[in-house]
């Protein structure tokens, strides 16, 4: 499964944005924004490399908040599949 992850604009040098998000840093083509530049500070959701949106800071921390949920659930599921 593919995720759009969303990160927040840190620098931006031509179409290449330094992108972060949880810690983790990320170069993101914004080929696909040139119709409306985003700008440092912007969040942006991530796919295969590519900024595909953008969004708000509320929005982007919704969408942490359910992938997250996702990451503990998963984690948990792995728990229960350890051998004894």
């Not at 927040?8 to 040139?34: H, P, Y």
């Amino acid at each position: 499964m593919c995720l759009g992850i969303p990160m927040q604009i840190q620098s931006i040098d031509g179409f290449v944005a330094q992108c972060t998000a949880k810690g983790a840093q990320r170069e993101a083509n914004l080929f696909m924004l040139q119709h409306e530049p985003p700008a440092v500070g912007d969040y942006v959701v991530i796919h295969l490399g590519y900024a595909v949106n953008r969004i708000s800071e509320e929005d982007a921390a919704a969408a942490w908040e359910v992938y997250d949920e996702m990451l503990a659930a998963d984690d948990a599921s792995a728990l229960l599949r350890l051998p004894v």
